[in-house]
C-alpha cells in the first residue's frame, strides 16, 4: 500500500552490503533548495526497514533521548556496518562517554565534552571524539537534537600528548640470524603484520610462484600480493596449521625479546638501508600511496618485487 506523503520511503541501495535497505522520511529543504532526510537506518532486510519506518511514524525519536540510548540505537545500526576493527575501536572509546551517558543529548555542553577528553592522550582522545561526532550526527538525523548543536563537537581539543606510546625496536643483524622460527623469520622477510600471516589460508601461498596472498587486512591497502623470498621458501612447510596472536607474542617477546610488529618495522628499516625504492616497500608492506601502477605487483610480474626481498 502507497504511503501518504511524509510518512517516508524505504529503498535499496546498490552493490554487495550487509544492511542495504533504507528507511528515511522527508525534513523539508536546505538554503539551497536541496530536500533533506532524517534517515531512520540502515536494514537487512526490506521487512526490518519497513518496520523501523512505521515505528518511526508512529512514534517519532524522542527529543529527551540520553546519550546511552543514542549509543544504543547507532550501535545497533550503524555501528554494524564498519569493519571488525574499527568497532572495537568505539567499542572501547564508548566506556570512556559512560559518565555522560545518562545525560539528555540535548542539556550537553561544551564542558562536558572537554571534560571527558582533556585527560585523554592523543590518540584515545582521537577516538572519543570521532565517537562523539557519530553519535551527535545519528542524533540530527534523527530529530532528537538541532542540527546547530553538531558543531559542540568541533570544539572539542585533543591532547597532543601521545601517551605511552611502544617504542618499535628493530631487529639487530646478529638478533636476526639467531631467529631460527620459522613464523618469526616470514615476518621478518615479508614485512607482513601478524594479524594477516595468522589470516593466511593454505590456498593464498604459492611457493612455486614465490608469492602469497593477502585478501584480510587491516586497511584497503593492505589487501596485496607479497613477494616470497628465495632465504624463507623452506620456512613455509614448517607454519604451525594453528596459531595464536597469544602464542605469536610469547615466542618473539620470549625467545628473541622483541614484538610482534617489530618484525615489520624491521623489513621496513632494512628495506629503507638497501636503497631499495620507497614506492616498491610501501607496495610489499601494504602502505597506502605507493604510487606504482597496480598492474606491475601481480603474480605475473613479480620480478621487481621478488629482486627487492631478495636482497635481504
Known sequence: MRRANGEGTVFKMKGNRRRPYVARTTAGKNEKGFQTYNWIGYFATKKEA????????????????????????????????????SQKIYKSAWKHLLPLAPMKMADLRLNDLQGIVSPLNKSVGNSVKVLMSHLFGYAVRHEVITADRFQLVQFVKVSQDRGNVVERRVFTPEEIARVTDPVVLVLLYTGLRASELLSLEADDIHLAERWLYVRQSKTAAGVRVVPIAEKIV??????????TYQKLNYIIGHLYGHRPHDTRHTFISRMADLGVDERITKAIVGHAGSGVTETVYTHLDLRPLLDAVNRL
Open 234 to 243: 623452506p620456512c613455509f612447510d614448517a607454519l604451525p596449521v594453528r596459531m
Open 50 to 85: 519497513v518496520a523501523a519506518l512505521e515505528a518511526y511514524n508512529r512514534k517519532p525519536y524522542d527529543t529527551r533521548a540520553t546519550l546511552q540510548e543514542i549509543f544504543d540505537q547507532w550501535a545497533a545500526s550503524d555501528l554494524l556496518d564498519l569493519r571488525e576493527g
